[in-house]
């Protein structure tokens, strides 16, 4: 599976991105997909993950209420819509699969992972 990440950038706190994981090579809809991001001398954390059917979720803490993750397995992708963003929210996205299928918060569960995306907030 190779994955893509796009739709990063540099946006103003209280603003939003959509960021897109477009997969090619095989298709997802049997694999949980998760969101992960790594800040400057950070280690890298999880942000969200998806059930391979998109009926289960799992979010992070820091992004509860803020953050949604959703899927399209007809288009092969996955998406993370981030709102009220936060000069904390200011790292490198990755999106991964994982082939257990439920969306797990470790990044070691994870067979594939994207090349990342850069998301700036600024103050």
């Known amino acids: 599976v190779q994955l893509q990440a796009s739709g990063g950038g540099l946006v103003q706190a209280g603003g939003s991105l959509r960021l897109s994981c477009a997969a090619s090579?095989?298709?997802?809809?049997?694999?949980?997909m998760g969101w992960f991001r790594q800040a400057p001398g950070k280690e890298r954390e999880f942000v969200a993950g998806?059930?391979?059917?998109?009926?289960?979720?799992r979010y992070a803490d820091s992004v509860k209420g803020r953050f949604t993750i959703s899927r399209d397995n007809a288009k092969n992708t996955v998406y993370l819509q981030m709102n009220s963003l936060k000069p904390e929210d200011t790292a490198v996205y990755y999106c991964?699969?994982?082939?257990?299928?439920?969306?797990?918060?470790?990044?070691?569960?994870?067979?594939?992972w994207g090349q990342g995306t850069q998301v700036t907030v600024s103050s």
């Open positions: 991964a699969a994982e082939r257990y299928g439920s969306g797990q918060a470790a990044p070691s569960s994870y067979d594939y």
């Open positions: 090579g095989q298709r997802i809809s049997r694999y949980g």
């Open positions: 998806i059930s391979f059917s998109g009926g289960s979720t």
